[in-house]
């Protein structure tokens, strides 16, 4: 149950598009349509931004999709805006019927 | 408002137990389950283990089988964590978080709301 792969930071100005790529492997993501991102700001709860693969909870804006490819998944957050800068991890539902976090990716807005 | 207030972190000695819990409100804790992650200080989120909504199935990661045990209580609206035989690893502030309901559909291992947490320290 290692955790999945996540780019330790990544950043871009206003208005740009970033990716935040998540790998794990075929007994987690790529076995499943169950990946999941979470957003997290400092001291804060996290909060749930994407579920099954795709899919946008009721408020989060459609600035933020989520995708996958085999054992890789990824979030994308277009027209980065400030508030947006804060650490996101990916999960995933695992063949051990548990979860599994990302590694966590620090996303700061330039 | 749907609301998790956890409770009964401290400090504790290695070896020890502790016996955290999560009240819930604003929801029907038995249409979800229920989820455990953790947060050591400045890392990153750890799953620890989930419950099915009437309590007859639970997991774990492996860093806490045998170690743990999560249990619920509908009628009293909480969800429990015991945890015994601590290490100095399993400090970090534990989340208590709602699993995930979309229409029909409810989640395991997917969140969608989480309490603000209580943070368990394992030293002598």
């Known amino acids: 149950q290692s955790a999945l792969t996540q780019p330790a930071s990544v950043s871009g100005s206003p208005g740009q598009s970033i990716t935040i790529s998540c790998t794990g492997t075929s007994s987690d993501i790529g076995g499943y349509n169950f990946v999941s991102w979470y957003q997290q700001h400092p001291d804060k709860a996290p909060k749930l931004m994407i579920y099954?693969?795709?899919r946008r909870p009721p408020g989060v804006p459609d600035r933020f999709s989520g995708s996958k490819s085999g054992n890789t998944a990824s979030l994308t957050i277009s027209g980065l805006q400030a508030e947006d800068e804060a650490d996101y991890y990916c999960?995933?539902?695992?063949?051990?019927?548990?979860?599994?976090f990302g590694t966590g990716t620090k996303v700061t807005v330039l | 408002e749907v609301q998790l207030v956890e409770s009964g972190g401290g400090l504790v000695q290695p070896g020890g137990s502790l016996r955290l819990s999560c009240a819930a409100s604003g929801f029907t804790l038995s249409r979800h389950w229920m989820i455990w992650v953790r947060q050591a200080p400045g890392k990153g989120l750890d799953w620890v283990a989930s419950i099915k909504q009437d309590g007859s199935e639970k997991n774990y990661v492996d860093s806490v089988k045998g170690r743990f045990s999560i249990s619920r209580d509908n009628a009293k609206n909480s969800v429990y964590l015991q945890m015994t035989t601590l290490r100095a690893e399993d400090t970090a502030v534990y989340f208590c978080?709602?699993?995930?309901?979309?229409?029909?559909?409810?989640?395991?291992?997917?969140?969608?709301?989480w309490g603000q947490g209580t943070l368990v320290t394992v030293a002598s």
């Open positions: 978080g709602r699993g995930f309901c979309s229409g029909p559909s409810c989640y395991s291992e997917t969140s969608d709301c």
């Open positions: 999960s995933s539902f695992t063949s051990r019927v548990t979860g599994v």
């Open positions: 099954e693969v795709t």
